[in-house]
Nanobody, 127 residues
Framework: QWQLVESGGGLVQPGGSLRLSCAAS????????IGWFRQAPGKEREGVSC????????KFADSVKGRFTISRDNAKNTVYLQMNSLEPEDTAIYYC????????????????????WGQGTQVTVSS
């Protein structure tokens, strides 16, 4: 069964850091671009970041540029989202999604383009 599983969420104080993981089972992530999305309470889900299959192209939402980084370890079949300098506004459920054909171009945040989704992990930034 093909599955994406997010982990690494939790409660952190403002200014703190978390590293989210997106692990695949049942398929090999090498052939897929990965997007990270988040949904805050009462808001629509939005794109956070994208990494292409090789890891050579990445994209970030303006709200997280300079604070978040994305990377992939294909040997571990996992993609990571390193989140630094966290702010209360980053509080949300974070989802990873995979698609074989996305190249993390100008429409990397288009959720309809992603075929596989995880169940999400909660990130809460609060003092």
């Amino acid at each position: 069964q093909w599955q994406l599983v997010e982990s690494g969420g939790g409660l952190v104080q403002p200014g703190g850091s978390l590293r989210l993981s997106c692990a695949a089972s049942g398929f090999t992530l090498d052939y897929y671009a990965i997007g990270w999305f988040r949904q805050a309470p009462g808001k629509e889900r939005e794109g956070v970041s994208c990494i292409n299959r090789s890891g050579g192209r990445v994209k970030f939402a303006d709200s997280v540029k300079g604070r978040f980084t994305i990377s992939r370890d294909n040997a571990k079949n996992t993609v990571y989202l390193q989140m630094n300098s966290l702010e209360p506004e980053d509080t949300a459920i974070y989802y990873c999604a995979a698609d074989r054909w996305i190249v993390c171009g100008s429409r990397w945040y288009d959720q309809a383009e992603y075929d596989y989704w995880g169940q999400g992990t909660q990130v809460t930034v609060s003092s």
